[in-house]
């Protein structure tokens, strides 16, 4: 259905990236990689003692699940993968070490709503605390990426079936130019 592809659910934690994205994957039939597995032990404990991430800390990520991602297209033609992708250097160096075409689907909500879903995940190691330096360090992407926003407010299902309907409609665009 879509030519070959990495497709980036991204989007500060809390945002439903991994549950867009496992959805995307399995409507597509392809394979969903989860940014977060990609993090060094380094990294996690960091985030756990909400201590924030540097570039420095996050370029050897980036690389790691760009690579990931062009293997994973490589082979099977298509990918679906979260990640924060917060800055658009960050999206720009995934883009890269994937060598594939990628495009970018950002789920965006109000910090109370995100906050009030970190509060709900005891277990996970991202901290609510570094919520507000995760917002501070989003930048919302720019007209000449490709990138699709989409309310994350909404259910999966229907923000499955936006990011389904932008899919296939930048499709058709590709196929007829």
């Known amino acids: 259905m879509l030519p070959p592809l990495a497709i980036t659910v991204m989007g500060v934690s809390g945002s439903g990236k991994s549950t867009l994205g496992a959805l995307l994957a399995k409507q597509l039939g392809c394979a969903f990689l989860e940014g977060d597995s990609f993090h060094?032990?380094?990294?996690?404990?960091?985030?756990?003692?909400?201590?924030?991430?540097?570039?420095?800390?996050?370029?050897?990520?980036?690389?790691?699940?760009?690579?990931?991602?062009?293997?994973?297209?490589?082979?099977?033609?298509?990918?679906?993968?979260?990640?924060?992708?917060?800055?658009?250097s960050y999206r720009e160096r995934l883009a890269t070490g994937a060598h594939q075409p990628m495009v970018f689907i950002l789920l965006n909500t109000t910090a109370t709503e995100l906050a009030r879903r970190m509060e709900g995940r005891p277990d996970h190691y991202m901290p609510p605390s570094l919520l507000n330096s995760q917002l501070a360090t989003l930048e919302m992407p720019e007209p000449d990426e490709t990138a699709l926003v989409l309310d994350a407010s909404a259910c999966p299902e229907d923000l499955g079936h936006q990011a389904m309907a932008w899919l296939t409609c930048r499709n058709s665009v590709l196929r007829h130019t």
């Open 40 to 88: 060094s032990t380094q990294n996690v404990e960091k985030m756990r003692h909400g201590i924030p991430l540097t570039d420095a800390d996050r370029w050897p990520w980036l690389d790691d699940l760009g690579a990931a991602m062009g293997e994973a297209v490589g082979r099977d033609g298509l990918v679906v993968a979260a990640c924060s992708a917060l800055r658009r």
